[in-house]
């Protein structure tokens, strides 16, 4: 990404001379550890080498200017430090408007207003986090604007509570995790409970993580991933007539197992199982990771996918051909759907000289079943959200 040709966009929509600042906060994928987050069990996401970029400079007043290089027909939308209500017309700037409203309330000074540019490359609708992408990006923003001493777990969480009360949407910590606390290189096992997370090298030198968009919108998700909350949260009840647990993270596969049968309804019972088994396998996710066994990892990666098919229900005929299409590639070492399912994108873990032809053979495979193409991006691992200096 060309920073200076940001700001120099910058400079000519706001018509400035000052040279403004730039920020940035990454989108995240999820290697392994799906639904699991409500269900008191470990996540596995990395920041990835798109997101969100924001060019600012503060103000003498208490004026805050957004625009977006993404919406440019929106124009410029105009915000008050006096009045930063959640509001319809606002649109996209609720987002980053939440954010300064939950600073200002946890007492950090945000004396002026600011002009800001965002301009954003995460592929729209794809489940890779672009709204934590904007919220961490405001925080990092604000954080150095006006020289705030924000601990960085703390700006997470509030980015998680703007997703929450302020925008409406009942998702756990980890995207906002994920985006804040990002490491090149490395991917996070987060305990989203606890926040309790260890970071893991992911020594990818001969493979590349491509990231496949189903383009297909999921306006099943947010309906299905409530239903989902309420039948583990069922199961969960079932259990604890007999077990003295407080989630279903807490179980190993074999304690699930020697228990199942306390679950009355049998659809709940498969969806505890998933929980309880992917929650085992992220946690081993890591130790072969860091014991550089590969081969290990990828194999857990296609049994995250197949118990989120047969299990938990998620995948739907997309993400299906996508995953089922790559197992069947040489150089592909592991591949699965990623956030919240029905759609959205899958990953794949390919070896380098082979990723040409596993993306024909996906594109072709996915065209003959679902009618029209899906979208390939190669991701780095990169940092969490930060100042970019010249």
Not at 287 to 315: A, M, P, W
Not at 328 to 335: L, M, N, P, Y
Not at 357 to 376: H, L, M, N
Request: one cysteine or more; a negative charge; charged letters at 25%.
């Amino acid at each position: 990404m060309d920073i200076n040709k940001l700001k120099n966009k910058f400079q000519d929509t706001f018509q400035t001379k000052v040279q403004p600042r730039a920020f940035f906060a990454p989108g995240r994928i999820n290697l392994i550890g799906e639904h699991t987050d409500y269900n008191g069990g470990h996540v596995f996401p990395a920041a990835i080498s798109f997101g969100t970029y924001a060019i600012a400079t503060p103000r003498t007043d208490n004026k805050i200017r957004f625009y977006s290089d993404n919406f440019p027909e929106k124009g410029i939308l105009e915000s008050s430090l006096d009045d930063l209500a959640y509001k319809n017309e606002d649109d996209w700037t609720n987002f980053p408007k939440g954010m300064i409203l939950y600073l200002k309330e946890e007492g950090y000074d945000i004396p002026t207003g600011f002009d800001v540019l965002f301009y954003g490359n995460i592929p729209n609708g794809a489940g890779l986090s672009s709204s934590a992408s904007i919220e961490l990006v405001t925080g990092v923003l604000l954080e150095n604007l006006y020289q705030l001493d924000i601990d960085r777990i703390r700006l997470v969480q509030i980015g998680q509570k703007v997703e929450n009360q302020y925008i409406g949407v009942n998702s756990g910590i980890m995207d906002q995790f994920a985006v804040g606390m990002g490491k090149q290189d490395h991917a996070m096992l987060l305990d989203c409970d606890t926040l309790n997370y260890e970071y893991a090298p992911i020594k990818l030198e001969n493979h590349d993580i491509i990231i496949i968009n189903t383009n297909k919108r999921r306006e099943l998700a947010d309906s299905k991933y409530n239903e989902r909350r309420s039948q583990c949260e069922a199961a969960l009840a079932d259990l604890q007539t007999q077990l003295d647990i407080g989630s279903l993270g807490e179980l190993t596969p074999e304690q699930f197992e020697a228990n199942r049968s306390l679950i009355k309804d049998r659809t709940n019972q498969q969806r505890a199982k998933h929980a309880v088994y992917e929650n085992a396998r992220t946690i081993e996710a890591l130790q072969k990771l860091q014991s550089g066994d590969l081969e290990r990892f990828g194999e857990l990666v296609n049994q995250s996918h197949i118990s989120l098919r047969d299990d938990y229900e998620v995948t739907g005929i997309e993400l299906d051909t996508i995953a089922q299409t790559a197992w069947q590639q040489k150089g592909v070492i592991g591949a699965r759907m990623t956030g919240a399912g029905f759609g959205g994108c899958a990953i794949a873990i390919v070896e380098k000289s082979e990723v040409q032809d596993v993306k024909t053979a996906i594109q072709q495979a996915y065209e003959d079943e679902i009618g029209y193409a899906p979208t390939f991006y190669v991701a780095a691992i990169g940092d969490g959200a930060k100042e970019i200096s010249n």
